[in-house]
């Protein structure tokens, strides 16, 4: 059984940080890419970041460029996205995706206000 289980999520205030995490199960997760996509309130969902299966190569939407960063530990068939100098416009619903695989996790709500 595939599952993708999200962490991490919290309310914080402008200029915080957070760490999201996603347990993968179910699937080879040292040979699949990985991605976090992000849906705001009343916005389509986007994609935040993108990893290789070997953590090597990264991609980053501009809006959370030098922010964000994506890293993953095989071992522990994990990913990471951390997040720093978070603004109202980080406020969403974070995804992991397996690249290519068409699985998701069920999502988890981050909050930047003051």
């Known amino acids: 059984q595939v599952q993708l289980v999200e962490s991490g999520g919290d309310l914080v205030q402008p200029g915080g940080s957070l760490r999201l995490s996603c347990v993968a199960s179910?699937?080879?997760?040292?040979?699949?890419?990985m991605r976090w996509y992000r849906q705001g309130p009343g916005k389509e969902r986007e994609l935040v970041a993108h990893?290789?299966?070997?953590?090597?190569?990264?991609n980053y939407a501009d809006s959370v460029k030098g922010r964000f960063t994506i890293s993953r530990d095989n071992a522990k068939n994990t990913v990471y996205l951390q997040m720093n100098s978070l603004n109202a416009e980080d406020t969403a619903v974070y995804y992991c995706?397996?690249?290519?695989?068409?699985?998701w996790g069920q999502g988890i709500q981050v909050t930047v206000s003051s």
């Open positions: 995706n397996a690249y290519g695989r068409g699985y």
């Open positions: 179910g699937f080879t997760f040292s040979i699949t890419p």
């Open positions: 990893i290789s299966s070997g953590g090597g190569g990264t």
